[in-house]
């Protein structure tokens, strides 16, 4: 491979950083919260109770960040904490009515226009694609993935 085209995937790794950057900054300056607060929120709206294990799985950050980003969400009355047994440790966020009026109200945490075009996709686009993010990943050595490394071939 010639360097070109390997400083060529360097700029578009860049690019890509850049736009998500942008649009994490637009979330937080306009919405007043940040894109791991809102996968949170989102989460725990779609699935009901969900763990901080599970939390930190879905967002690859550390549990005390994880923590902290609970800590804001719920004192803004996003979420609430509820145990789910005597076991004291054993912690779910789930959210709260203004949670749920927040999320009726707020963006996606990549942007409108990328989701749509990622829908109009044919299907082994779309899963060309992530193949090649996660080998990506692979390759600069990713320790943590939530799924293994798909082929070109695997269902999206």
């Given at each position: 491979?010639?360097?070109?085209?390997?400083?060529?995937?360097?700029?578009?790794?860049?690019?890509?950083?850049?736009?998500?950057?942008?649009?994490?900054?637009?979330i937080q300056e306009?919405?007043?919260?940040?894109?791991?607060?809102?996968?949170?929120?989102?989460?725990?709206?779609e699935s009901g109770p969900v763990s901080i294990g599970e939390l930190t799985r879905i967002l690859h950050l550390n549990n005390s960040t994880v923590t902290g980003i609970v800590d804001r969400l719920e004192s803004r009355?996003?979420?609430?904490?509820?145990?789910?047994?005597?076991?004291?440790?054993?912690?779910h966020v789930e959210i709260t009515e203004a949670g749920n009026r927040f999320l009726a109200?707020?963006?996606?945490?990549?942007?409108?226009?990328?989701?749509?075009?990622?829908?109009?996709?044919e299907k082994e686009k779309v899963t060309t694609i992530l193949w090649s993010l996660e080998t990506l990943l692979e390759?600069?050595?990713?320790?943590?993935?939530?799924n293994p490394v798909m082929?070109?071939?695997?269902?999206?």
């Open positions: 491979m010639t360097e070109d085209i390997s400083t060529r995937i360097v700029t578009r790794l860049r690019q890509i950083n850049r736009e998500l950057s942008k649009h994490s900054k637009y306009y919405h007043h919260i940040t894109v791991p607060q809102l996968i949170c929120l989102q989460r725990a709206g009355g996003l979420v609430e904490r509820k145990r789910i047994s005597r076991d004291r440790r054993q912690v109200q707020a963006p996606t945490p990549l942007q409108q226009r990328f989701l749509e075009r990622l829908n109009q996709m390759m600069l050595g990713a320790e943590e993935k939530s082929t070109p071939d695997d269902p999206v």
